[in-house]
């Protein structure tokens, strides 16, 4: 039996949750770029959606640097839609904030308030070779463990079965990684990436033969049983923003209590700030990463 070595993870993307603007998948705009009536979950506000494509493509092409747009109206006209509508004609990772007027008026420190919400709405897109396990989940089975801090059992790691075409292997992994694999609700039928050296698990799809139940009309992609070797190194894309790169330095430089098990909060200084900077830059100078700008609504 093989074993994955525990590591600590900390997960810094938010959870996409459903909302009044799930349902927008782009502009609805024909290849010229003229407004369909119903499309990409919008409707109406023709003008306002043409020219929000002329934005978009100036964005793709690198003419909107260092420039802003404002979009004004009234409230309820859409002024928001259209915002996540271009986020998703620029791409699935590309950030998306959405602020509150009231947020930054209730802001007890609004110059870092609104200096968050920037960092938040630019990322970089990272370029790794890594070294992952990808398969098909054959079995899944939770491991539960006392806890002398409560009374109940706590999740103490996982064994997963993987196989692809050529290979099959069984693997321990910690809390962590199983936390994952408990949010992601993977189950027999699925294929998953896990990266060795970071813990971070993926859903790629599922295989419908190898599923223990089947639906008619399914959200997870159906993919084919991968080939090769379980373990293998790939070129893995991971999309950050400044400010989950802020967050993560910000969180090691956070003290321990006198205890040991209680941290204060971090906070996200200006020398932070500049820390992620010159990170961000090594990495584009060696090639490994570029930029990806965002959209703040």
Avoid: C
């Avoid at 793709?60 to 009234?74: A, D, E």
């Avoid at 859903?203 to 959200?219: N, T």
């Amino acid at each position: 039996m093989k074993h994955m070595s525990e590591i600590q993870v900390t997960p810094i993307r938010q959870p996409k949750w459903s909302s009044v603007h799930s349902h927008i998948r782009g502009l609805g705009l024909d290849p010229k770029g003229k407004a369909k009536p119903v499309a990409d979950g919008m409707i109406g506000q023709v003008e306002a959606r043409e020219a929000a494509g002329i934005i978009v493509e100036l964005v793709r092409q690198g003419r909107l640097g260092g420039k802003g747009v404002l979009i004004v109206g009234p409230t309820g006209t859409g002024k928001t839609a259209i915002a996540v509508a271009m986020a998703r004609e620029l791409g699935e990772d590309t950030p998306f904030v959405a602020v509150n007027g009231a947020e930054v008026l209730a802001a007890e420190n609004k110059t870092a308030f609104l200096m968050q919400a920037f960092r938040r709405a630019v990322g970089i897109r990272i370029k790794e070779t890594r070294e992952v396990v990808t398969g098909v989940v054959t079995e899944l089975k939770y491991i539960k463990k006392t806890s002398p801090f409560y009374p109940y059992p706590v999740l103490g790691g996982a064994r997963i079965s993987l196989e692809t075409k050529d290979d099959s292997a069984t693997f321990t992994v910690g809390p962590e990684v199983a936390q994952q694999l408990q949010a992601l609700g993977v189950r027999k039928g699925d294929v998953i990436m896990i990266d060795v050296e970071t813990g971070d698990v993926r859903r790629l799809g599922r295989v419908r033969e190898k599923a223990e139940k089947v639906f008619d009309i399914d959200v997870t992609q159906e993919v084919e049983v991968p080939s090769g070797k379980l373990r293998s190194r790939r070129d893995i894309v991971r999309t950050l923003t400044f400010h989950d790169i802020d967050a993560s330095l910000a969180a090691q430089r956070a003290a321990f209590t006198l205890f040991g098990f209680l941290r204060e909060e971090a906070t996200i200084t200006d020398e932070v700030r500049a820390r992620t900077d010159e990170l961000v830059k090594k990495l584009r100078d060696e090639g490994k990463a570029e930029l990806v700008p965002g959209i703040l609504s």
